[in-house]
């Protein structure tokens, strides 16, 4: 690995595992639904916990993020050095557009913020609490992982308030800022990770249109109640200010035209 540093990873597939190996790095085939699965985790320097939830699986989410993370902490051998917590700028609920930064208060309105936000206070009152750093991400955007870009294409309606921001952060950036976080010994303990410049979802989507050369796109208002609130809780701007300020961090795409400019190509 790079630096000369060897690097371990959690999955549950044998598929994934293989994948991991030709990547040389050390496949550990685990559920950290499953207490007893978890008993080959070895020690470690650093931890980076980023768990995705499996909609398919038999978990709630709960499950996945709280009781997962703490089945974690428990087997662990030896007292890492660091540990970072991926979490979600989700845990902030509904803003009306307002800026938003780690001072703000928390008061998701979703399942998935819920479940992070107990995670985060999980983690920080255990006994790595004092080496653990959360980053609150923004959506992840990057090469195959464009928002809403197969509606764009097929010029469908987006069901969402097309005058609310959208906030993101390139993968390349949020990948930038974990190996920063895990390297040092950051001053604060939460931090808000995006590219600090939320466009409108009408921007995005009209840009993301004309690179591919589709139809301007239209907008639906959403009829559905759940997905109704999913708009109205996504309308806040997300502020990156601490990051910036505090690890000096440059991205490489300071606003979505440079990262999908970088996509395309």
């Known amino acids: 690995?790079?630096?000369?540093?060897?690097?371990?990873?959690?999955?549950?597939?044998?598929?994934?595992?293989?994948?991991?190996?030709?990547?040389?790095?050390?496949?550990?085939?685990?559920?950290?639904?499953?207490?007893?699965?978890?008993?080959?985790?070895?020690?470690?320097?650093?931890?980076?916990?980023?768990?995705?939830?499996?909609?398919?699986?038999?978990?709630?989410?709960e499950e996945v993020y709280v009781s997962g993370l703490a089945n974690l902490l428990a087997a662990l051998p030896e007292t890492p050095r660091r540990f970072v917590y991926i979490s979600s700028t989700g845990v902030y609920g509904d803003a009306d557009g307002e800026v938003?930064?780690?001072?703000?208060?928390?008061?998701?309105?979703?399942?998935?913020?819920?479940?992070?936000?107990?995670?985060?206070?999980?983690?920080?009152?255990?006994?790595?609490g004092d080496r653990a750093t959360i980053l609150r991400c923004a959506?992840?955007?990057?090469?195959?992982?464009?928002?809403?870009?197969?509606?764009?294409?097929?010029?469908?309606?987006?069901?969402?308030?097309?005058?609310?921001?959208?906030?993101?952060i390139h993968v390349d950036d949020a990948a930038q800022i974990v190996c920063e976080v895990a390297e040092a010994q950051p001053p604060s303990q939460v931090y808000c990770v995006s590219d600090g410049s939320p466009p409108t979802r009408r921007e995005f989507y009209e840009h993301l249109a004309m690179l591919h050369g589709a139809?301007?796109?239209?907008?639906?208002?959403?009829?559905?109640?759940?997905?109704?609130?999913?708009?109205?809780?996504?309308?806040?701007?997300?502020?990156?200010?601490?990051l910036m300020d505090e690890l000096r961090i440059t991205l490489q795409y300071p606003t979505y035209r440079e990262g999908l400019a970088a996509i395309e190509t």
């Open 139 to 168: 959506g992840l955007y990057g090469p195959g992982r464009i928002p809403r870009l197969k509606d764009v294409q097929l010029g469908q309606p987006i069901p969402a308030n097309p005058d609310a921001c959208i906030n993101l």
């Open 215 to 242: 139809p301007p796109p239209t907008f639906a208002t959403p009829d559905d109640e759940s997905t109704s609130r999913r708009s109205r809780t996504s309308n806040k701007r997300i502020s990156n200010r601490r």
């Open 1 to 61: 690995m790079a630096a000369g540093k060897l690097a371990a990873a959690v999955t549950r597939g044998e598929r994934r595992a293989g994948q991991l190996a030709e990547l040389g790095i050390r496949p550990i085939v685990a559920d950290i639904t499953d207490p007893s699965s978890l008993a080959s985790i070895p020690a470690v320097d650093t931890i980076l916990f980023a768990v995705g939830f499996d909609r398919s699986s038999d978990h709630s989410i």
């Open 100 to 128: 938003i930064d780690e001072q703000s208060p928390t008061h998701p309105t979703r399942p998935g913020g819920k479940a992070h936000l107990a995670a985060e206070k999980l983690l920080l009152e255990s006994q790595l």
